[in-house]
């Protein structure tokens, strides 16, 4: 897969609610993807022409609410948290989407393992875990092997959009991106806010911080 890895996640935190512990039984045949060892094709899988990715949807609602206001795009959610798969699984069903599939897994092996290269038009991270601490910072999702990967599955034109607000992260991203062989930035240095995206639930906590959030957009040539 990629070498020395290091997963960017801890697993087993967080509560698992009755309800979300419900939608989980419920609908997990209906809307998630099994994780595999084999390349899927994720156009026929997902029945859209255009699929977006979205990794660490944390609780899924700003997935949800991407995915209702463009029904003609499938949106394949990627999130290792049991109780956000939980949550989205609910939401899915709620708002009667049908462009939603979920892989509970590292999004790491989803993407080396399951999609096939030039198959998405764009791959969503909002706020990945930003391990603030020095001796962490080899947690971090975003790095060279894993940026180089997402490159491949991205078909030529399709986009990765990451957003955080820790600064030294956002400089390390715009950093890695920018040596990435076959993506280029869409802006010069940071992107201005894209105003189609909506706040996410990890966003307001920083708003509440006062943190300023940094969005990076590069394309695939
Ligand atoms: C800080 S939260 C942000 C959640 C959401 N995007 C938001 O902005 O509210 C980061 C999320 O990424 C997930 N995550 C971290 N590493 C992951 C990985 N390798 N694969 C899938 N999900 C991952 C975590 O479980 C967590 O839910």
Redesign the pocket.
């Known amino acids: 897969m990629i070498r020395d890895y290091i997963?960017?996640?801890v697993r087993g935190r967080g509560r698992f609610t009755k309800s979300q512990r419900r939608a989980y039984q419920r609908l997990y045949d209906k809307y998630c993807i099994p994780f595999r060892e084999e390349k899927i094709d994720i156009k026929k899988v997902m029945g859209f022409p255009e699929v977006i990715a979205?990794?660490?949807?944390?609780?899924g609602?700003?997935t949800a609410e991407i995915a209702e206001r463009n029904p003609h795009v499938g949106y394949l959610g990627?999130?290792?948290?049991k109780p956000?798969v939980g949550k989205l699984l609910s939401e899915i069903a709620r708002r009667g989407l049908r462009n939603i599939k979920i892989v509970h897994?590292?999004?790491?092996?989803?993407i080396a393992f399951m999609i096939p290269s030039d198959s998405l038009k764009g791959v969503h991270?909002?706020?990945?875990?930003?391990w603030p601490k020095k001796r962490h910072h080899k947690r971090r999702?975003i790095k060279e092997g894993f940026a180089s990967l997402l490159c491949s599955r991205l078909e030529p034109g399709g986009y990765v959009y990451i957003?955080t607000d820790w600064e030294d992260y956002a400089r390390q991203i715009l950093l890695v991106l920018s040596k990435t062989d076959g993506l280029e930035n869409a802006y010069d240095g940071f992107a201005p806010p894209q105003d189609w995206r909506p706040t996410?639930?990890?966003?307001k906590k920083g708003y509440r911080e006062s943190r300023r959030v940094f969005e990076i957009l590069f394309k695939k040539i």
Do not use: C, N, Q, W
């Not at 897994?105 to 989803?110: G, H, I, L, Q, T």
């Not at 991270?125 to 930003?130: E, H, L, R, S, V």
């Not at 996410?200 to 966003?203: A, D, K, Q, S």
């Open positions: 997963p960017s996640f979205e990794i660490g949807f944390g609780m609602m700003v990627i999130e290792v948290y956000g897994e590292d999004a790491v092996k989803v991270i909002f706020f990945p875990d930003p999702l957003t996410t639930r990890f966003e």
